[in-house]
């Protein structure tokens, strides 16, 4: 059986991945590009470690490959 993705749903885009994939995937969600979206999560990263950290691997564990 074929994997069927919902568009309106967050995902892992794991063929553009650094790391996961999760802001390469927020970014396809949201139509931005890719370096906006990292540049981002850096900022955050520096603003508030922990809790960035928590999140980022949370998503990669939670949302599906796309």
Do not use: E
């Not at 994997?3 to 794991?14: E, I, L, P």
């Not at 969600?29 to 809790?51: C, D, E, K, N, T």
Request: hydrophobic share 55%; proline share 5%.
């Amino acid at each position: 059986m074929m994997a069927t993705y919902n568009a309106d749903r967050w995902y892992c885009a794991r063929a553009h991945r650094k790391v996961a994939g999760v802001c390469a995937g927020f970014a396809g969600y949201y139509r931005q590009p890719r370096w906006l979206i990292r540049i981002l999560a850096v900022i955050l990263l520096l603003l508030f470690p922990v809790a960035t950290i928590v999140a980022y691997l949370v998503a990669s564990a939670v949302l599906p490959d796309r």
